[in-house]
């Protein structure tokens, strides 16, 4: 079911929506509105095939200054900024991706904010031409991206992001930056088992760099309590979450929409 749980309305009659946050997931994407007091104020989680009637609504009934949209998916690569040569875009996936079922998508380059680096990724066409009949748009930033400007801007280390059966994960020091990947975890072992895995291969010590959870991991109770029987000292994720009702879920939840918002 994804995110449809998360989904709610808190619009009022005079409420102003001035900003949209759009995160796309492989099949699906989720959807902020903020209005002009930075409040989230709806939230939306539909298929891909839904985008191009839910931008003519939003076209219709709002005035939308700022539009940003993520990409959470594979494939992605990241190099040094100043070392990305155009014409040769497709072969630094070469040996990392099996490229065969990337035909209808565009080539996207990001140029991280806070650090030297660029995420190539790859992005489904009919999001982007649905996107382009929105005036607000700005193009489609990666959830890498995101994450490591997020990371150096809060002044955080390690966050591990869970939804849609992924677990992301971004890692930055005092070199900088270090690390984000994804991975498919179906069972609640899974993880724990990459979470002790990232703080093994990097020899993190609890004790100096937090372990901040955010996603839908804040909701999930059994989860929760064995990543904490192995991993002691974790911490959900600070939200700077503007709401004009309470949830019945974790802030952590929207998580991703603060990413998109502030990206790019």
């Not at 890692?171 to 703080?199: P, R, S, T």
């Amino acid at each position: 079911m994804g995110k449809v749980s998360l989904a709610f309305d808190h619009l009022e009659e005079n409420t102003q929506i001035k900003e949209l946050s759009l995160v796309i997931y492989r099949d699906s994407f989720f959807y902020g509105l903020w209005d002009e007091s930075g409040i989230l104020a709806k939230t939306g989680y539909h298929p891909h095939q839904s985008l191009p009637n839910l931008i003519e609504i939003w076209n219709y009934h709002y005035d939308l200054t700022q539009t940003k949209a993520m990409s959470t998916y594979k494939p992605y690569v990241h190099i040094p900024s100043g070392a990305y040569l155009d014409h040769a875009f497709d072969l630094y996936f070469t040996g990392l991706y099996d490229l065969g079922h990337i035909s209808d998508h565009d080539q996207m380059v990001d140029e991280t904010r806070t650090e030297a680096i660029t995420t190539l990724h790859y992005i489904d066409r009919p999001i982007i031409d649905s996107l382009l009949t929105l005036e607000s748009a700005d193009g489609v930033v990666h959830i890498s991206t995101a994450m490591i400007d997020h990371l150096n801007k809060k002044n955080r280390s390690l966050v591990f992001y869970s939804s849609e059966n992924k677990l992301h994960v971004c890692y930055v020091n005092d070199q900088g930056f270090q690390l984000y990947n994804q991975y498919d975890c179906y069972y609640e072992a899974d993880y724990l088992y990459f979470i002790q895995l990232i703080l093994q291969r990097f020899q993190i010590d609890k004790s100096v760099v937090p372990v901040l959870l955010s996603g839908d991991m804040s909701s999930d109770k059994s989860r929760i309590e064995l990543v904490n029987q192995y991993v002691d000292q974790i911490y959900f994720v600070e939200q700077d979450l503007e709401l004009s009702q309470p949830l019945p879920h974790h802030p952590s939840n929207y998580f991703d929409l603060q990413l998109c918002r502030t990206c790019g």
